[in-house]
């Protein structure tokens, strides 16, 4: 059984998504900041797989992706690095990040290698839909990997419900349409929330964008199994001198 699925079995509530840049701060952090996650209480972990041109990132994601592909990452060295990651790291891990640089690598090749280093799931917000269920639904599928698809406020009934079909693992609800780091009060998007509560969608709904403390998380967990936290994590990373008491500082002031 996928960890995904392992997890959204055993905890409904709650969920804390942690998002990091495989490569930063240092080229070698990768495997210690997942360790830190994992020892801290993060339940999932969404490792950014860096990119020139992350077009849903704001500011501080970029600058951390830029930082890493400057520190040498790459998605190769990525799947070295996580190449025995399953013998001490236990939660789900998902992989974000965009169509170019996995079809420069290749497509099935990344699949398979993903697999291969114990991934639970995929993000690529720039894969169209359409695109996903006719050229690569197969191949996700075959390698065991969880597709993840976003949502927005904007996202009608009808598409929400095709996506939702498509989608295993979560569905990831983007708490406004903006970038990573800047949106409305998650407090503002109760009806929003609301509305995908009362769909009552077969996949699991994890909020992301704007979660950034124990008031967004618990606002954002309201209504759905839980939330989504990147920028602010990254932000904490930066200074870091122990990136294992950093985490644990960040962890512990979003759940006490």
């Given at each position: 059984?996928?960890?995904?699925?392992?997890?959204?079995?055993?905890k409904?509530?709650?969920?804390?998504?942690?998002?990091?840049?495989?490569?930063?701060?240092?080229?070698q952090?990768?495997?210690?900041v997942?360790?830190?996650?994992?020892?801290n209480?993060?339940?999932?972990?969404?490792?950014?797989?860096?990119?020139?041109?992350?077009?849903?990132?704001?500011?501080?994601?970029?600058?951390?992706?830029?930082?890493?592909?400057?520190?040498?990452?790459?998605?190769?060295?990525?799947?070295?690095?996580?190449?025995?990651?399953?013998?001490?790291?236990?939660?789900?891990?998902?992989?974000?990040?965009?169509?170019?640089?996995?079809?420069?690598?290749?497509?099935?090749?990344?699949?398979?290698?993903?697999?291969?280093?114990?991934?639970?799931?995929?993000?690529?917000?720039?894969?169209?839909?359409?695109?996903?269920?006719?050229?690569?639904?197969?191949?996700?599928?075959?390698?065991g990997?969880?597709?993840?698809?976003?949502?927005?406020?904007?996202?009608?009934?009808?598409?929400?419900?095709?996506?939702?079909?498509?989608?295993?693992?979560?569905?990831?609800?983007?708490?406004?349409?903006?970038?990573?780091?800047?949106n409305?009060?998650i407090e503002?998007?109760?009806?929003y929330?609301?509305?995908?509560?009362?769909?009552?969608?077969?996949?699991?709904?994890?909020?992301?964008?704007?979660?950034?403390?124990?008031?967004?998380?618990?606002?954002?967990?309201?209504?759905?199994?839980?939330?989504?936290?990147?920028?602010?994590?990254?932000?904490?990373?930066?200074?870091?001198?122990?990136?294992?008491?950093?985490?644990?500082?960040?962890?512990?002031?979003?759940?006490?």
């Open positions: 059984m996928n960890r995904l699925d392992t997890l959204f079995a055993t409904k509530t709650n969920v804390l998504n942690i998002y990091c840049t495989a490569g930063y701060p240092q080229l952090s990768t495997n210690e997942l360790m830190a996650l994992q020892n209480g993060a339940d999932i972990i969404e490792l950014g797989m860096p990119y020139s041109d992350p077009l849903a990132d704001g500011e501080v994601i970029q600058a951390s992706s830029t930082v890493a592909l400057q520190n040498g990452m790459t998605i190769e060295k990525l799947f070295e690095q996580l190449q025995d990651t399953r013998n001490t790291i236990h939660v789900p891990i998902i992989l974000m990040g965009y169509m170019n640089p996995i079809l420069q690598f290749g497509i099935e090749k990344f699949c398979t290698a993903a697999k291969d280093a114990g991934v639970d799931g995929v993000i690529l917000p720039d894969l169209p839909m359409y695109e996903f269920e006719t050229m690569y639904k197969e191949l996700f599928e075959k390698n990997l969880h597709f993840i698809f976003l949502v927005t406020p904007e996202t009608g009934e009808e598409r929400i419900r095709k996506i939702d079909s498509l989608c295993s693992g979560f569905i990831y609800a983007v708490s406004s349409s903006s970038t990573t780091g800047k409305k009060a503002q998007q109760e009806d929330f609301k509305k995908l509560q009362q769909l009552q969608l077969k996949n699991p709904v994890l909020v992301g964008f704007g979660i950034k403390d124990r008031q967004t998380f618990t606002a954002a967990c309201t209504y759905t199994n839980g939330a989504i936290i990147g920028t602010a994590y990254i932000r904490a990373l930066q200074n870091a001198t122990d990136i294992n008491q950093t985490t644990k500082e960040f962890l512990n002031s979003i759940t006490g």
